[in-house]
């Protein structure tokens, strides 16, 4: 019980709208496009139509999502055209790719995830020179430790073989675009998930 209150006290300092989807990966700058890319940990299907994805200007229909986001599904963002990021990775026909971002993450920026309400779902504050110690996602790609809490210290650089089926693209970037393993911390916040869910149908 105190783990769950730790973790809803984290949530709501993050100003969260919708605690179902989350930033689960990023990487700024790659030998290909760069990519975001979100998941839905939530048990039901969420409509993307009217969501919105910017950097750190943070305002909201900058570059609108589509489609509809099962449960466990991701969707990517890329700056490069969506099939040419797909024959990169070697990704399935089936996975959601946005392509032709071109606002730029840079090497300190900010990744901001709006619903159809323009209201902040998730946030992601990061630069290794800003934030000493984190982590700098250039050529692989960054994986959350705690969903949703804006703490990139949390997060790890992809490499091949870890706990998140990172592999090589053939741009010899290391990543793991295109679907999400939740590590234990992850876990932790699907639980909560689920509580949030059970409150909302009493
Ligand atoms: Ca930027
Ligand atoms: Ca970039
Ligand atoms: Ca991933």
Redesign the pocket.
């Known amino acids: 019980m105190k783990t769950v209150l730790t973790i809803a006290a984290l949530t709501a300092s993050a100003g969260i709208a919708n605690a179902d989807v989350y930033i ?2 990023w990487m700024y700058s790659g030998n290909g496009g760069e990519f975001v ?1 979100f998941t839905n940990t939530g048990s039901t299907a969420v409509d993307l139509t009217g969501w919105s994805y910017d950097d750190d200007s943070a305002i909201p229909n900058v570059f609108n999502l589509s489609g509809v986001l099962a449960p466990g599904e ?1 969707l990517i963002i890329t700056e490069d055209d969506a099939e040419v990021f797909r024959a990169a990775w070697g990704l399935s026909a089936s996975v959601q790719i946005l392509g032709g971002y071109t606002n730029n993450l840079g090497r300190s920026d900010q990744i901001n995830l709006f619903d159809a309400n323009g209201n902040l779902v998730d946030r992601l504050t990061y630069g290794d020179q800003a934030f000493p110690g984190t982590i700098r996602t250039q050529g692989a790609s960054g994986n959350p430790g705690v969903l949703g809490a804006d703490d990139v210290t949390t997060w790890s650089l992809s490499f091949i073989g870890d706990a ?1 089926g990172s592999w090589a693209s053939s741009n010899n970037d290391i990543g ?5 393993v939740p590590t234990p911390g992850a876990l932790a916040l699907l639980g909560l998930g689920g509580l949030a869910a059970a409150r909302r149908r009493r």
């Open positions: 689960t990966e890319e991701s998140y793991n675009p295109g679907s999400f």
